[in-house]
């Protein structure tokens, strides 16, 4: 497995050279934010919310400003905006209130803020402070079962697996490589596998080949 898992990154390094999150922010507040709005949402849809937001909320202190209800009109089209409104307003006052307004950057610390779970505290550890970890998000999870680095059931499974496979240097590259792979080649509904290079060493594509 180790030496599957190896050739899988090296050939994943060579398709994306330059995978990185595709979220944009300026701090780590504003990651934090971002990641929040973007479960069951894209990415580019966050980035245009978050450019509107921003511009006059891009901070804990500016963010506590607004009510529920105004916060929710600039995150509408996200969805899910009234939990999300709800999560992003407790978040940061638990930032003003015990972390002296700065996003914590222990990761057991990330997931005691309000609507922060697993894969947004590695999400936000990984990037903004350079921690080694891997979020599991929906590609990260269909991409490692189907070529069986890490089979499971759940994204916690997925991610213990991750985590035993890859050496940890590599955990934060291998989340935006997999994120990658499953937006450009490995859909969720049609693979393209015949011209996937990683077909060779894929579970999936030996199943039904
Ligand atoms: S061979 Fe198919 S299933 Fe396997 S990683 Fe490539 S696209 Fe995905």
Redesign the pocket.
């Known amino acids: 497995m180790e030496e599957k898992c190896g050739k899988i990154l090296d050939e994943l390094a060579r398709l994306y050279p330059d995978a990185a999150p595709a979220l944009r922010f300026a701090s780590p507040y504003q990651l934090l934010v971002a990641v929040i709005l973007s479960a069951q949402c894209t990415d580019e849809r966050v980035n245009k919310v978050t450019a509107e937001l921003f511009k006059q909320h891009g901070t804990p202190q500016t963010m506590l400003a607004l009510t529920q209800e105004q916060l929710e009109k600039y995150i509408y089209s996200c969805g899910f905006y009234h939990s999300k409104a709800k999560h992003i307003l407790s978040a940061t006052r638990d930032i003003e209130e015990k972390f002296g307004g700065e996003v914590p950057c222990r990761h057991e610390l990330l997931k005691t803020l309000a609507g922060v779970g697993q894969k947004t505290a590695n999400v936000v550890y990984a990037v903004a402070f350079g921690g080694d970890a891997i979020a599991v998000d929906t590609h990260v999870f269909r ?1 490692s079962n ?2 069986g680095i890490a089979a499971g059931n759940t994204p916690d499974k997925v991610e213990k697996g991750l985590n035993a496979a890859i050496p940890k240097q590599l955990w934060s590259k291998a989340h935006h490589y997999l994120i990658y ?1 499953g937006r450009r ?2 859909h969720s509904q049609k ?3 015949e011209n ?1 290079t ?2 060779k060493w ?1 579970d ?2 030996a199943s039904v080949k």
């Open positions: 991409v189907r070529l792979h080649v490995c693979p393209d596998c996937c990683l077909n894929c999936y594509y």
